[in-house]
């Protein structure tokens, strides 16, 4: 009897991932996927296409939508929903601030993206999700490495590592009072590396932003910056036109590009596998923070 195939990592890899997302879809009543359209919710809206093929992805995606936003990203969003046939649900931080929920920061370095807690958990609370699959990695920062595959959040969204459960050979803890909610990451033990390999593997499609480009840029504070008309440069900003490239895509304020070449999937593996700085700590000026202020983030409920 011929030995089966070892299986290789990234099968491992996609097989726990695929087991949570099915995992959630039986166990709770209104999950969603939270889509941005960042290289890893199109990995994990991958992984929910696979988990439940040939029948449609049975639960919607969430994006909450800053308003200051990569237009690429949007119509990839977009277009990427449609063709799935999945309900796109849109969470829009201006009308957070329009309503009063939230004041929009100002001067310089200024973000919403801290604005994005409470959309999100108005969100949640308006369409009743009871389980939010998320495309966050433990290997992005400290706080993170704290998170389960479901990490539990209490009936007003905050995240308490000591609340947290354990979870023994796989064994998932799913039980929620009403109004509590559950983050379920399947992507938990996948790395930067991990998730591009599986890309070139599985021909996943990512915005072009992620590929070598040239584009208007300013340097502040060791990034580059997009030109973008929601950031007011300093007249110590000049705009520079570079090849660069995006590791990781969110708000467009602190969101930065790094210098590169990598116009293939292959060029950007080749790229980070000798990166020795974490992709948000190299591009995302609000990740920059202490770990302490960042699970201080994750307390109120942020992402």
């Known amino acids: 009897m011929p030995a089966e195939p070892a299986l290789s990592r990234l099968d491992i890899l996609e097989s726990e991932a695929l087991h949570l997302i099915r995992e959630v879809a039986a166990e709770f009543d209104r999950p969603t996927l939270l889509f941005s359209g960042g290289k890893d919710s199109a990995v994990l809206l991958r992984l929910a296409?696979?988990?439940?093929?040939?029948?449609p992805i049975p639960f919607p995606v969430l994006h909450v939508d800053t308003g200051h936003n990569f237009d690429e990203?949007?119509?990839?969003?977009?277009?990427?929903?449609?063709?799935?046939?999945?309900?796109?649900?849109?969470?829009?931080?201006?009308?957070?601030?329009?309503?009063?929920?939230?004041?929009?920061?100002?001067?310089?370095?200024?973000?919403?993206?801290?604005?994005?807690?409470?959309?999100?958990?108005?969100?949640?609370?308006?369409h009743r999700f009871d389980a939010l699959f998320g495309g966050a990695r433990r290997d992005e920062e400290r706080a993170r490495a704290k998170e389960r595959m479901l990490s539990f959040r209490d009936a007003f969204g905050q995240w308490d590592p000591r609340n947290q459960r354990p979870e023994l050979w796989n064994l998932y803890n799913g039980l929620i009072s009403q109004g509590e909610n559950v983050r379920a990451f399947p992507l938990s033990n996948w790395t930067e590396r991990d998730i591009w390999t599986y890309i070139d593997q599985d021909g996943v499609e990512l915005p072009g932003l992620y590929f070598a480009h040239r584009r208007k840029v300013f340097e502040r504070d060791?990034?580059?910056?997009?030109?973008?008309?929601?950031?007011?440069?300093?007249?110590?900003?000049?705009?520079?036109?570079?090849?660069?490239?995006?590791?990781?895509?969110?708000?467009?304020?602190?969101?930065?590009?790094?210098?590169?070449?990598?116009?293939?999937?292959?060029?950007?593996?080749?790229?980070?596998?000798?990166?020795?700085?974490?992709?948000?700590g190299q591009t995302r000026a609000d990740d920059r923070a202490s770990a302490a202020s960042m699970e201080d983030r994750k307390r109120e409920g942020y992402f």
Request: net charge negative; with cysteine; charged share 30%.
């Open 73 to 126: 990203v949007l119509d990839f969003r977009d277009r990427r929903a449609a063709e799935l046939g999945v309900r796109l649900v849109v969470a829009s931080v201006q009308d957070s601030i329009d309503a009063g929920r939230v004041v929009e920061q100002e001067g310089r370095g200024a973000s919403r993206n801290r604005a994005q807690t409470v959309t999100l958990l108005d969100a949640i609370g308006e």
């Open 222 to 280: 060791g990034m580059y910056l997009a030109d973008n008309p929601f950031v007011h440069r300093d007249p110590d900003e000049p705009l520079v036109e570079k090849s660069v490239r995006f590791r990781t895509i969110g708000d467009m304020t602190c969101t930065g590009a790094v210098p590169s070449t990598a116009a293939t999937v292959a060029e950007v593996i080749a790229e980070i596998a000798a990166t020795k700085v974490t992709e948000r």
């Open 49 to 55: 296409e696979k988990a439940f093929w040939p029948a």
